[in-house]
């Protein structure tokens, strides 16, 4: 299950889309994933900061195809007693939307963490406050770790 595990961790720290999945690549307490752009294409390559004491759940991670992707999610949902079959990490990538919003984070931060187009912005959010908000994607990340819950979740004692 140390694949599975790494899955969800992914997904429900970074909110990955099952294609995202495929491909991630982990060090010097960073993951580097390529992001899914609408129609398709050249994925974008993204790096987002790993949270403190979260690398263990990452040992299980290979590359495989998105089809194993959506399998495991598949193996997860059946393992909770969640057996609608259908829905794959796109669904706890807009669970972590939610949260994030809930726990008091800017749409602003949400947009950028969450690798929206700047023209497409979160809902309530101006495009041109997305075109001009401007802060480091390392201090995305640690202003969305401070406040994400699932990250706490995930960090050990």
Not at 125 to 144: A, C, G, H, Q, W
Request: proline share 6%; glycine share 8%.
């Amino acid at each position: 299950r140390q694949y599975e595990t790494s899955l969800l961790f992914l997904s429900s720290v970074y909110g990955f889309r099952s294609l995202e999945l495929t491909d991630i690549e982990v060090g010097d307490g960073a993951i580097r994933a390529g992001i899914a752009k609408k129609g398709g294409g050249r994925r974008v390559p993204r790096i987002h900061l790993l949270p403190k004491g979260t690398e263990l759940y990452l040992e299980g991670y290979m590359h495989h195809s998105e089809w194993t992707v959506i399998q495991a999610f598949h193996t997860l949902a059946s393992a909770a007693g969640i057996n609608k079959g259908y829905g794959a990490f796109h669904t706890v990538r807009r669970t972590v939307t939610t949260t994030l919003l809930l726990s008091g984070l800017s749409p602003e931060i949400i947009t950028r963490y969450m690798s929206w187009a700047k023209s497409n912005p979160a809902p309530g959010v101006s495009p041109m406050v997305s075109t001009y908000f401007n802060l480091p994607d390392k201090e995305i990340d640690e202003r969305v770790f401070s406040q994400h819950p699932f990250v706490k979740i995930w960090m050990l004692p």
